[in-house]
């Protein structure tokens, strides 16, 4: 079955770096879009990056772009978010996403935490 697990969250300092991974297996991870999402407390689910399944086409939301990174690493079936210049705002539990034919799957999401 599909599964998709997060790692790398923590607790940073504003300013800091962090870089999150998702571990896929139980699809073939090269023929799909990956995608990261993130949902504060008290907020809606929101889209942070997509990268397409070469990784040729990568977007980002406006409030985390010039800060974030995705990468892929195909061999590795593993999807990156690396993340600069960390910021109060950007705390929330953040998850991974991939669609297949008609179905989304996530996650267990981790947690980022930035606060001083």
């Known amino acids: 079955q599909v599964q998709l697990v997060e790692s790398g969250g923590g607790l940073v300092q504003p300013g800091g770096s962090l870089r999150l991974s998702c571990a896929a297996s139980?699809?073939?991870?090269?023929?799909?879009?990956m995608s990261w999402y993130r949902q504060a407390p008290g907020k809606e689910r929101e889209l942070v990056a997509t990268?397409?399944?070469?990784?040729?086409?990568?977007t980002y939301t406006d409030s985390v772009k010039g800060r974030f990174t995705v990468s892929r690493d195909n061999a590795k079936n593993t999807v990156y978010l690396h993340m600069n210049s960390l910021k109060p705002e950007d705390t929330a539990l953040y998850f991974c996403?991939?669609?297949?034919?008609?179905?989304?799957?996530w996650g267990q999401g981790t947690q980022v935490t930035v606060s001083s």
């Open positions: 996403n991939t669609r297949l034919m008609n179905s989304y799957y």
């Open positions: 139980g699809f073939t991870f090269s023929n799909g879009a």
């Open positions: 990268i397409t399944s070469g990784g040729s086409i990568i």
